[in-house]
Structure formats: C-alpha cells, structure tokens
C-alpha cells in the first residue's frame, strides 16, 4: 500500500538523538580508503552490542552483519536473502566546517556522506534486531574504499556472496539538491562508468628560443587536448551520453627549456559498454595521431576503474514500494537524470540483482556539495534512511 505522507518508523524518531551521536563522531573521525581501522571498529562494535553475527577483515577493513529473522519458512521451503550496503570512507580533503564535531584528522574528512551512510544502516540494524519480525536473513555489509579504489570490487572478488548468498542487494545515497523526504530511482543506469587515462607525450625537449631543433610536446599536448572533445562531439551518438575531462596537465620545470614530455590525465564517464569501448579506443587513437602530426609520439595509459551501476527492474519496484511506505509515491522521483559520478556498488550489482536510490539530503545553499570542503550530512534525513531501510527488509522478506 502506498501512502502520500511520511511514515517514518517510530523508533527512528525515538532514537534519532542516539543516531545523529553516532553520526557525529564518525564525522569526527574520517578514515579514507582501505585505513578504516577505526570506524570499522566503531561499527563492529555496534553491530556485536545488537546481538548480530559480525564478520570484520573482508576487504582488508570491511565489516558484514547478519540478522535472520524469526519467521518460519516460506511456502516453497526457501528463506529469502538479502544485501544492504553502506560505504565507510572519507575523502582527502581539509575540512571548513567549523562545526564542533568537525574532523580531527587533518587533511580528511566525511564529505560526500558517508558517515550518515552508516549511520542509517547501523540504526536500522539495531531496530531490526530488536524485534527482527520477517522470515529470510538480512546481511549489512559496510564497504570500504568506496572513493576511487574499488573496495566493493574486492569484497565481491573475496567472496563476499559466497560467504553472504544474498538474493539481493541495495544501496542508498544521500543526494544534496533534493528535498529532505524525498528519494528518486529508476530502473536502468543511475550512476556512470569510472574509467581514467595518462597519455604521456614524447617530443625532443630544447631551448626555448631554438623550438625548431626540438620537438614540442607542449604545444602537441594543447592540440590533444582540443582534440578529445571530438570524441563525444563527433564519434558518440548524440542521443548517448559521454564524458571526456582532462583534469591534470603538466610539463616541464622552468622557462627557458621545452621538456621532453608533457602529460594529461583524467576521466571517462559512459553509461552502455559499448560506447565506453568507443571512447577506449577513440582516445588511443586520436591522442596517436594527433602527437604524430607534430613529429611526436604519445603513450596512453587507459584504465575501467569502475562499471557503471544499472539497476534492476524487479527491485528497484520494490524499493519502490517500501519507500512509498515512508515517504509516499509523490515524493518519489521515478525518472531522475541519472549521474555522470560513479559508485563501486556497481560491482555488486553486477554479481546481484538490485537497486541503488538517492535520498534527498536538502538545498545545496552555500557550499553544501558533495566533495566539498564545507559539506555536512543532514541530520534530518537520518529517520527517513533508517526507515526506508527497515521497510524494504519488511517489503522484500514478509512472509
């Protein structure tokens, strides 16, 4: 049944002080990539004090919880499994909060969330152990390393859902722009593809009042640059989606030598395989050939970071239908723009069938960004993720 207005669970009010505590000392301690010793700690803890059976060390820091329900078998004699998944990582950025919970560990900080991220999951876990009423098992698996070194990659090729045979897996991200009480999915793509490149260029470094003895890499590299855009204006279907961005440049070490080499580097987003093969071998090519015709040679470091994450059909109606229970159908963004900004759940859901949603995080007045040095999880949007994760165990594992 759907509703038109919140229904949040009531132990999510009742406990949102204890949960925004939490909250604010995981943001106070950020961890980044594959060092989450101490917030992996932290959550373990927890889980242990609900009563769950907790193991801690996949993926080196990762930590998965599992929760069977009281409810005798199915029907058919097969209790359903499924995976919900919360991310553990910070970003290496310096913090310009000023807030009293502030990180203390300089040069890192939560600024994409990921500790409201935790939160939710660990509070729905505790309400659900404490009357855990559906029949099936439920597995909270808190990821490390989500930012830019593929921890969720490694948790699957550790054996993640050999060790968790879930049926299913879910993710969630809380989505500053969107209003506090809303959500958005849809089936299909909702993140891009992570793939990054280095294309060094090899010219004959000189002086830089004689070019014409040398072969600049500088200017051929400017031309490389002009020439990439070319790729998503002139190779990939209009009606497809791609994104080519330079992000670094850099040559040389002073004013009067032409170097030897000058490097870009950056990224890649795509949707659909195929176009993401396109731009591969477009940009090898193009960055070839264009070095070439200014009698230098170039050398391309290409590399799929992460696939893009595709939703399945099936249960992204189910999320569906348990977020309508908390937040009602029309708060619910059935046909958002998907992002050009990827996720490594996408591992997970290319060995499991799931859904990822967006939980609305409120107006990004001021400098409230995702990846921003002044960003901060709201608060608010804490009793909403925890009920919508407790509603879709009720949705996916009733009787």
Same mark, same amino acid.
């Given at each position: 049944?759907?509703?038109?207005?919140?229904?949040?669970?009531?132990?999510?009010?009742e406990?949102?002080?204890?949960f925004?505590q939490?909250?604010?000392?995981?943001?106070?301690h950020p961890?980044?990539?594959?060092e989450?010793?101490?917030?992996?700690?932290?959550v373990?803890?927890?889980l242990q004090?609900?009563?769950?059976?907790?193991?801690?060390?996949?993926?080196r820091?990762?930590?998965v919880?599992?929760l069977?329900?009281?409810?005798?078998?199915?029907?058919?004699g097969k209790?359903k499994?499924?995976?919900?998944?919360?991310d553990?990582?910070a970003?290496?950025?310096?913090?310009?909060?000023?807030?009293?919970?502030?990180?203390?560990?300089p040069g890192?900080m939560?600024?994409?969330?990921?500790?409201?991220h935790?939160?939710?999951l660990?509070?729905?876990?505790k309400?659900?152990?404490?009357?855990?009423d559906?029949?099936?098992?439920?597995?909270?698996?808190?990821?490390?390393?989500?930012?830019?070194?593929?921890?969720?990659?490694?948790m699957?090729?550790e054996?993640l859902f050999?060790?968790?045979?879930?049926?299913a897996v879910?993710?969630?991200?809380n989505?500053?722009g969107?209003?506090?009480?809303?959500m958005?999915?849809? #089936?299909? #793509?909702?993140?891009?593809?992570?793939?990054?490149?280095?294309?060094?260029?090899?010219g004959r470094?000189?002086?830089?009042?004689?070019p014409?003895l040398?072969r600049?890499?500088?200017?051929?590299a400017?031309?490389?640059?002009?020439a990439?855009q070319?790729?998503?204006?002139?190779?990939?279907?209009?009606?497809?989606?791609?994104?080519i961005?330079p992000?670094?440049?850099?040559?040389?070490?002073?004013?009067?030598?032409?170097?030897d080499?000058?490097?870009?580097r950056?990224t890649v987003?795509?949707f659909?395989?195929?176009?993401?093969?396109?731009?591969?071998?477009?940009l090898?090519?193009v960055?070839?050939?264009t070095?070439?015709?200014?009698?230098?040679?170039?050398?391309v470091?290409?590399?799929?970071?992460?696939?893009a994450t595709?939703n399945?059909?099936a249960?992204?109606?189910?999320?569906?239908a348990?977020a309508?229970?908390?937040?009602g159908?029309?708060?619910?963004?059935?046909n958002?723009?998907p992002s050009m900004?990827?996720e490594?759940?996408?591992?997970?859901?290319?060995?499991?069938?799931?859904?990822?949603v967006?939980?609305?995080?409120g107006?990004?007045?001021?400098?409230?960004?995702?990846?921003n040095?002044?960003?901060?999880?709201?608060?608010?949007?804490?009793p909403?993720?925890?009920?919508y994760?407790?509603?879709l165990?009720?949705?996916?594992?009733?009787?």
């Amino acid at each position: 049944m759907t509703v038109t207005k919140p229904s949040l669970h009531p132990r999510a009010t009742e406990l949102v002080d204890e949960f925004t505590q939490w909250r604010h000392h995981l943001h106070a301690h950020p961890e980044t990539a594959f060092e989450e010793k101490l917030t992996s700690a932290f959550v373990a803890q927890k889980l242990q004090s609900f009563g769950l059976d907790v193991k801690t060390g996949i993926a080196r820091t990762g930590v998965v919880a599992t929760l069977q329900g009281k409810g005798g078998p199915r029907k058919n004699g097969k209790a359903k499994r499924i995976g919900l998944r919360a991310d553990m990582d910070a970003l290496d950025i310096h913090e310009t909060t000023n807030l009293p919970y502030a990180s203390k560990h300089p040069g890192k900080m939560h600024a994409c969330g990921h500790d409201g991220h935790m939160t939710m999951l660990l509070g729905a876990a505790k309400i659900l152990a404490e009357n855990p009423d559906f029949t099936g098992t439920v597995d909270f698996i808190f990821q490390p390393a989500e930012e830019n070194e593929g921890g969720g990659r490694e948790m699957v090729e550790e054996g993640l859902f050999d060790s968790h045979p879930a049926d299913a897996v879910y993710g969630m991200h809380n989505w500053p722009g969107r209003d506090v009480g809303t959500m958005a999915m849809k #089936p299909g #793509p909702m993140m891009a593809s992570y793939d990054i490149f280095e294309i060094a260029i090899d010219g004959r470094g000189c002086h830089a009042a004689m070019p014409h003895l040398g072969r600049d890499p500088i200017t051929a590299a400017g031309q490389v640059l002009l020439a990439l855009q070319t790729i998503t204006a002139r190779n990939v279907n209009p009606l497809q989606s791609a994104v080519i961005s330079p992000t670094q440049i850099f040559a040389g070490d002073t004013w009067n030598v032409i170097p030897d080499t000058a490097t870009i580097r950056g990224t890649v987003r795509t949707f659909a395989p195929d176009i993401q093969d396109l731009v591969e071998e477009r940009l090898k090519t193009v960055a070839d050939a264009t070095a070439r015709a200014f009698d230098c040679t170039a050398r391309v470091m290409y590399q799929r970071r992460y696939p893009a994450t595709i939703n399945s059909e099936a249960e992204t109606g189910i999320a569906f239908a348990a977020a309508s229970r908390v937040v009602g159908a029309d708060q619910i963004d059935q046909n958002p723009e998907p992002s050009m900004a990827s996720e490594d759940f996408a591992f997970m859901l290319n060995a499991k069938p799931g859904s990822y949603v967006w939980l609305g995080n409120g107006p990004t007045d001021g400098n409230c960004l995702l990846h921003n040095a002044a960003y901060d999880f709201n608060d608010d949007a804490i009793p909403y993720g925890v009920s919508y994760w407790i509603s879709l165990v009720e949705e996916c594992l009733s009787a």
